[in-house]
């Protein structure tokens, strides 16, 4: 969808730049790139460096970028194209686990506001400098997240959690995993790749799962899971809403 | 920034913390943080972190560290300025944000879980 927005506006002097961030690098984000045929750069990000440096605690959120390479809105909830003829491409089981039943009762409580966000992009691209969309550099900083020594910390944690994956020390990284978690409670990035690494039950749609099995929950490494966490925030909140 | 060792030399430190090592000490936009010894070849990672403020964490029998941003500034964005993030992409080659300096860009963060 991103690729259709990008005809639409390239031309116009927009460049968009996906980053899947996935510890798994390219074997975890393969086939949905190669299914989206993007013509802009899409890259990986196995650190979760986006987290680090702009501040992305949850996805889908974006960054926008002037020409002369000044911020002009920090990380924030940034909605697919509103596109109303097109059903969810995930194919889902034959017969659907209880435990997706119940991802999908909150996930459809899930709020996002496409139409506002779209609007105040085709504004900026239009506009540019004069958009109102397009913030000032100090409220730019005053509206990236909050960041303190604890949370710097639970950024370094994750780093090395994720590099740790990436040498095949599954067990050690858990543990630093944990700690992000821990120092970082507003992040879902954080929890929800941890969560994917896990093998709750066989096959493709594991890394969906996100939680403890229902033959063996008590192997479950981590102190949450998607549906307990959206539950005990509500799933109404789990983007913040878009503030013009 | 990870690390194999804790001591590594200043061009790899600059660039993995994104902190310019001057003689006044480690410098980013206006921010100069004074370093005991900011023009050596070789940064003493620990000590350096601790003059900075910067989060080290350790792994020591996989023998591995990494050290955490700034949070001077007390938010994720120290200044307005984006960050060149260098990135590779499915094929492995890396792109860097710069490179489309003179575009408006969108950053747009997915992942496939």
Known sequence: MWQELRNELHPKGLEIVTVGMDALGADGCREFIEAAKPEHPSLIDRHHVLAELFGVVNIPQSIWIDEQGMIVRPAETAPEPPDPDRAPSMELPAEMPQHFVEMMGEAAKIQQDPESYHAALRDWVENGADSQFALSPEAVVARSRPRNEEISRGHAHFELAAQLEIDGHHDAAIEHFKDAHRLVPESWTFRRQAWSLEQPIEGPMARFWQGPSDEDPGSWPYAGDWVSDIRAVGAENYNEPWTP | ?113
Request: charge should be negative.
């Open chain 2, 1 to 113: 920034m990870l690390l194999n060792s804790l001591s590594v030399d200043r061009a790899e430190f600059e660039r993995g913390t994104g902190w310019t090592l001057k003689p006044e000490g480690a410098c980013k936009g206006d921010v100069c943080i004074p370093l005991p010894d900011p023009m050596a070849e070789q940064i003493d990672v620990e000590a350096t972190a601790s003059a900075m403020g910067l989060p080290l964490v350790a792994a020591p029998e996989h023998n591995l560290w990494a050290l955490g941003p700034e949070s001077i500034g007390s938010r994720a964005l120290t200044s307005a300025e984006a960050p060149n993030l260098r990135l590779p992409d499915l094929e492995g080659n890396e792109f860097e944000l710069s490179s489309l300096r003179g575009q408006k860009i969108v950053v747009y963060a997915w992942a496939p879980y």
